[in-house]
């Protein structure tokens, strides 16, 4: 027997309380969510080489900058209510700009090199979505509407988006195959999972994360694009104009197409 919650000023039953125990506090997935996904790596990448590097500060007083920032929009997300656009994507930021700093730290100052450093984060990994699922059965996002689940998520999210700065740095930079080609590889990978997820019967939560994952090398490589040195393959733009502008595509995106948030599974 189910039980119905009722509105305590008329007795009468609150009909938008199941409704709202039904959302995640993540949002739907859908090509909207892909496209500013792919905007905040890329940015991720501009705005944590801009604090790391233009402002000469160093990839461990980066990495402090960034993880401050990261605790503190992951202690808001997990407070929060509901689902809050604005409030979800800063902190995916957070997660991607503490995974550029973080991953350029282990690979260069740690000197364990990109091999060792996506080792290490794709263990690191794993072991975050086993915890997970053996925690709670399930790493489905639509499940995200826990503070436990919370947590597991966006830690799983920030070890997802260190690895794939260290998968991008390690492709383009230390394989030598540039940034254009390095680009093309990893949007040739994400759109096989697209047509995985529409052709094929593969769990669509293994697709997911896949195709999360693989965004953040995209996002580095295309950002590596825009800031290097033309002698390296790049644009050699600001990275501050580059970060700005990156910015206002994912605002637009955001006002211009509102999210719904994922309906929860049961």
């Not at 997660?95 to 263990?123: C, H, N």
């Not at 979505?129 to 966006?154: C, I, K």
Request: glycine share 8%; aromatic share 12%.
């Amino acid at each position: 027997m189910s039980i119905r919650r009722f509105d305590a000023r008329y007795g009468e039953p609150d009909l938008n309380a199941s409704a709202k125990d039904s959302m995640s506090k993540v949002p739907e997935v859908t090509l909207v969510f892909w496209i500013i996904k792919i905007a905040a790596t890329t940015l991720g990448e501009t705005a944590g080489d801009a604090v790391s590097m233009s402002m000469d500060l160093g990839y461990l007083a980066g990495t402090g900058i960034f993880a401050a920032i990261f605790a503190a929009a992951v202690s808001a997300q997990i407070w929060a209510k509901t689902f809050h656009p604005s409030l979800y994507w800063f902190t995916i930021i957070a997660t991607t700009t503490v995974g550029t700093t973080l991953a350029d730290f282990a690979d260069r100052s740690l000197g364990i090199g990109y091999a060792g450093g996506s080792s290490l984060l794709f263990v690191l990994l794993m072991g975050s979505l086993f915890s997970w699922h053996r925690a709670l059965g399930s790493v489905s996002v639509d499940t995200v509407s826990t503070p436990r689940a919370e947590v597991f998520y966006w830690v799983t999210i920030m070890l997802s988006q260190t690895l794939g700065t260290a998968l991008g740095d390690w492709t383009a930079d230390t394989e030598g195959l540039g940034y254009g080609a390095a680009a093309i590889l990893f949007g040739s990978a994400l759109a096989l999972l697209a047509a995985a997820c529409y052709w094929t019967r593969i769990s669509r939560v293994l697709l997911f994360w896949a195709a999360f994952i693989l965004t953040r090398p995209l996002g580095a490589v295309v950002g590596d694009f825009l800031d290097k040195p033309v002698t390296s393959g790049g644009l050699a733009l600001s990275r501050y104009s580059a970060s700005a502008a990156l910015l206002a595509v994912m605002l637009a995106c955001i006002f211009l197409f509102p999210q719904r948030a994922a309906k929860r599974a049961h």
